[in-house]
Structure formats: C-alpha cells, structure tokens
C-alpha cells in the first residue's frame, strides 16, 4: 500500500486550513509527503479506543449518561442511562441527534455511546419484544418529569402488561381527577415510554389515543401485550 | 452544548494522528485516551464558541509532552519486575495506531520526532493537525510569528535530516533510504 492511497482529504488542492497544496518553499514535495507519511486514522481504527475511553469514563465517574441504540419491532429506540438508572427511552421519530442534545442540555454533556449500563436495559427489552418480558426490573432516573407528570408516571408503573387505563382513571390515580389532560401530556412527555407504559392509556370512548412513538407504535405494543 | 460522544466522533481522527505523530504507535493510544478522559472531565466548562479541535489539540500535545518527558526519565526498563504497561491497553484489543501506520513512510516521521519540541509541534499542528500558526501558537505556547518560524525551521531540519540520515541526530539509519517521489 503506498502512502498515498488513504489520504483522499490530502491532496493538492487548497484545504480548509488555507495551506496550498504545495507551499512555499516546498520545492521538493516534503510538506506533501509529510501529510502522507502520517494519514487521517479511519473511523474504524477508533472504535477500540471509543470502547476504552468509555470504560475509563465510567470508572471515573465521569460518565453522566451512558446511551445505545437498540433494534426493536417499532424501530431502533435510544436508551440513555444515567448513574442513577434509566433517564430516556426515545423513538426514531423523535430524531435521536436532537434527543441527545437535550439530554446534553437538561442532563449533562459527558455523554458517551457506552455498552456496560445499557446493557441490563437492551435485554430486558429484547425479552420484552420476545414475549419472554412481562415487567420491567431496572433503576429509573425520573428527573425529566417533575410535579404532576412525575406522579401520573409513578401510577403508571402500576399499570400490568396486558391491561389498559383511560386517562381519566389515570388522573384520578394521580390525585386530580379533572387534570385529565394534564395526565394525557404526562404520557405525551413521558421520558421512559415502554419501560413506564404509557402505551397501556387508551381513550375513554376506546379508541387508542396519541404516542409519543407514533399510534402505529402503540397498535403494536398492545397487539403484543394482548396475544401473550 | 454538544453531547461529548459528538465531539469524539467529529475530532477522534485528527487527534489520534497528532499523537500518532508526536508520539509514534506504541504511545499513541495511552496519550488519546489521556486526551479524551481529561477533555471530558473539564468538557462543562469549556466556553461556548471555543475552537473545539484547537482545545483539544492543546490537551493532545500537552499529554505527548508529558509522555516524552516520562520517556526521557526512565530510559531503562524496570528491573524490579512491575509492570509498567497500562492494564486497560490489553482490554483495547488490536491495535488500530499500529496497523494505522503499517507500510508508511516511517523514516519522515521518525524525523518528525526526533525534532526539538517546538519544531514537531509546529510542524504536527501546522501540517498534520491543519490548524493556523494563531492556534498552533496557543497549542505550543509562543507567538503566532515564533509558531511560523518553529515550523519553517522544522522543515529545513527535516530536509537536512532525510538527505543524509547518518548526521541527522535520533534518526534510526537502519530504515531503508527514504522514497524519491
């Protein structure tokens, strides 16, 4: 391999940096050379130390929120994990850059793609999708919900898989049986979705309601719930 | 702000060449790590607006410089049996600086390294790094004009070092003569 064969973003035209290709003074191609002698590393060359820098971060303590990305029969979720548990399970629809953006601004920005805290959360939801999964046993981190919505999350989470609450019935459960739209927004924000079922409110008329996911979402984690 | 895991992928490449280039592929790793693990300690504070890749450029060269004065201190190995590699460097698995560097033209950074500090850093920011001599001055600490003419002689002692390897001091003479492009 010559050297010159993986360094497309070197040649000789003028770059970013306003350097010429061939400078001053650099008669004999040595400042060319030298950009080729020690080429741009590929991506691929810092997967192995994206892994160690994260494990280090961890151990430090500097790891705030330690996230992945998970497949799932609704599409890929990112799952953010905090030191205190999990803080934020989002959808595609809700842009995943964006999602790490505000966790990087209501969180913290040490945020880091990091495989060892996810990992207890993207198993239970794989057992989940399975079917093998009735309940989830993990720390959560609630602390993107506050007041009301913290408390009609808190009723959620007693909501069993398989079975369904109305918004209204949720309210009351909350505490405040007129905030029946405030309990619809505490689902509508909910941080943690399947993880804090919100998919299990339904209108009161039946009809399935909104998610944050998408209704096709929601179709299909109920269908999921009521064949198992 | 931007999540840190962003600032990784945008700039991990340019910094793992700096320290490629500083420090040649055994160290190279070591000195990443240090970059990014104290980058994402004092990440908070880093001011909106600052130069991100400079910033980090900065820490880069100073955790090179600190891995050469280690060097420098402890030219014989340990005779006591410690063992003074990094544990974290075996769980890292394969080693992505060194097969980063396979067939390349060793002998031109050889050279580079043997430069004097202020030489290999004006010419690894300048060249390798692709920053101005303003941010290459703030990465070395000097002016901008010194920054040029660190960098200016360090090409000039790179050339007398590739024409005659023999005199060029540190330069290995046992690597093949240097390709004629």
Redesign the interface.
Known sequence: MGPSTNTPDHDHTPDHTGIPGRPDGDDDGLVTRLRDAQPMPRPDALVALRARLAAEAEADGLLDVAYRVVDSPIGPLLVAVTYDGVARVAFENEGHDEVLEELAAAISPRILTAPRRTDPVARQLDEYFAGRRRRFDLELDLRLARGFRRQVLDQLRMVDFGHTVSYGELARAAGNPRAVRAAGSACATNPVPLVVPCHRVVRSDGSIGQYRGGPEAKRTLLALESAA | ??????V?EEH???V??VC??LLGPDEA?DA??ET??AA??A??RLRPGSNVEGWLVTIAHNKAMDALRRRARAPVPAGDGTDLSPP?RA????D??Q???????CD??AA?RALPPKQQGA?VH???A???YVEVAAVIGTSPEAARRSA?DG?AA??VA?SSPAGASGVSTSHPRPRK?
């Open positions: 702000m931007q999540p840190f895991d962003r990784v991990g490449a340019v793992l060449r490629l280039a790793q990443w790590s990014f693990l994402l300690r990440y908070p974290a769980a890292a698995g394969p992505p600086a097969e980063a560097t396979a067939g390349l033209d031109l950074m580079v010419v300048h060249y390798l692709g920053l101005p200016a090409i790179l050339r590739l492009r």
